[in-house]
């Protein structure tokens, strides 16, 4: 292997940790304000986190397939097509973000009766919402060019503009959620404006980065007009990512919707728990993330073995970043659900449910790294299709029957059997080699079009 590649991994590793932390803190900060006010806040802000990571699965469809075929593009070195590319992502960015808005304001109702929400969370939840589906349409720009500016490593721009974003939300939420002086500000509708004008600043930073940073000079008809025939390569390698995240999400919604039904102080001790958790998978994120565009970089040069030895090496630091980290949590869970809650029977559920999540995460370091690695070698369909049967009966099904049965400990073993049924799957696929066939016909079929432009 190139030892020059381990140098570079790192070096795009290390931002995407800190950009998903700084994330991750704001969330925290969020959740702990909220908590502060009540138990039904707290569970509120986990419901519409989750449906606001829902809505992004859509946008992931653009910014997964733009981040990988731009990606590739330029590893094969043709930087005027992953131009032409990136500019037809941005307009198809805006008719997803416009649609999805319409979505949320149209069927908010109904959304939050799918959910099984408590009357104390919908009536949260709904001023929430009016805010969230604007906020998430400038989120959809954010996603598909920061992947853009990853593609092109410029991981250290694309961290600059997210420490900026996370510390407005940050600096806002604060003043907005809990007051200043006399006036007792906004309660949790004060995190979701924050989050506005957060995605606001986001997208006025990525614009001067893609004209500054790479020649990138946008035009009025670059927002809504895009090419069809850019699009079909990133609809080829985004749609199965994104399908298997929407298949994934329906799932963990039906558990959500099942905690829910176990009452305010079941979700709240979800929301506390899965907030935890973010951060033990964070380095894992990291380095999946960062072994996929590698690995796009590589498939594009025809380096096969130097993405193989890659990715290998990618999984064995996962395994072991992922797992010391899940066992400190469940040392450590007494203190750290304190943060959130004085409730003793809140804190014991959380110990057990931290306990078991060092065999969850160990299983989901899998799934984090090697989706991405299949994705970037054009096997993308592979890792979305043999998931889905895990998903629709152990996460979404195992979790309503063992939930109901079990409580919370019964949803964390669904998620657990999942995610080892679905890391094995993918393990199975890249140690034995199936991703070949299709990285090696992808590489003649691109070097032929090459050739004839």
Known sequence: MNPLLRPRLNRLAVPIFFEFLLGMLVALLGLWLAARHSDAAAGTLGVMQQVQETVVVVFRVLSIGVGVTVTQLLGADRP?????????ALAVATWLGGLSTLVLWVFRHQMLSVLNAPA???ALALPYLWVLAPALWLEAYNLSMGAVLRA???????LAITVA???THAALAWPLMGGVGAWEGLG???????FFASRVLGVGLHLWMWHGRLDMALTRAHWWRFRVDLMGPVLKVGAPGASLEAVYRLGFMVSLSTAATLGVEALATQAYVLQTLKFVLLTSLAIGWATEIMVGRLVGAGQLNQADALVRKAMRNG???SGS?????AVAAPWIMRVFTQDPGIVRTAQW???MSVALELARVANLILNGALRASNDGVFAASSAMVSLVLVLGTGSYVLGHALGLPGIWMAYILDEALRGGLLCWRWHRRGWLAHTRQWWVAHRRQAGGE
């Open 80 to 88: 005027l097509k992953a131009k032409a590319t990136a500019t037809s």
């Open 353 to 355: 449910l931290l306990a």
């Open 325 to 329: 980290l899940a066992v400190l949590a």
């Open 152 to 158: 092109h490593l410029r991981v250290k721009a694309s």
């Open 188 to 194: 949790l509708l004060g995190f979701v404006l924050a």
């Open 319 to 321: 395994l072991i970043a």
């Open 165 to 167: 974003m996370h510390l």
């Open 120 to 122: 104390a969370v919908v």
